[in-house]
Each structure stands twice: as C-alpha cells, then as structure tokens.
C-alpha cells in the first residue's frame, strides 16, 4: 500500500519535474547567448558589435528548434497524462 501511495504522487510529479527542467534548460541556454551579445561592450564598441552578430544566428536557430521540441514536448506529454489517466480508470478482469 505505500508503494502504491508513492506511485500515484511520483508519476505526476515526474511529469512536471521534466517539463520544467526542459523549459529551464532552453531558458538557460538563451540568457548565455543574450550575455555573449551584451558582454564585450564594457571592452569595446567594435567587440559588442561582433559579439551581438555572433549570437543573433544561434538564438534564431535555437528558438526553431524551442518550438520543435515544446511540440514535441507537448505530444508525449499529452500521451503520458492520457495513458496514466486510462490505467486510473480501466477495470481489470
């Protein structure tokens, strides 16, 4: 019985702890590209400026792939919810 008790809470909080370490990560990437933008121009002009074009592709580039994975993300999420959903509610014979 307290194994099962511990099941019912670990399968909805696992489901949050890995979207939000997903979402946390991607969020985490972006700030380091947003400091690679800002941080040379305490140097020089010219440096910021180099470092601003230097992180303007990759953000780009790793915002389409945010929106791949969040559909993705979303989907199998969806799916696990739906199946842990369906074992509460079946009838065993």
Known sequence: ???KIIEEFANTLTLGLR???N???GEILLGLL???ATNFYSQSIF???VGTIGAV???I???AFSLFVGTIQAFIF???TMVYMSHKVSHEH
Do not use: E, H, N, R
Request: net charge neutral; no cysteine.
């Open 1 to 3: 019985v307290p194994l």
């Open 19 to 21: 979207l939000y370490g």
């Open 23 to 25: 979402i946390f990560a």
């Open 34 to 36: 947003a400091g690679l």
């Open 47 to 49: 440096l910021g400026l």
């Open 57 to 59: 592709v990759p953000m």
């Open 61 to 63: 580039v790793w915002q």
């Open 78 to 80: 969806t799916m696990l």
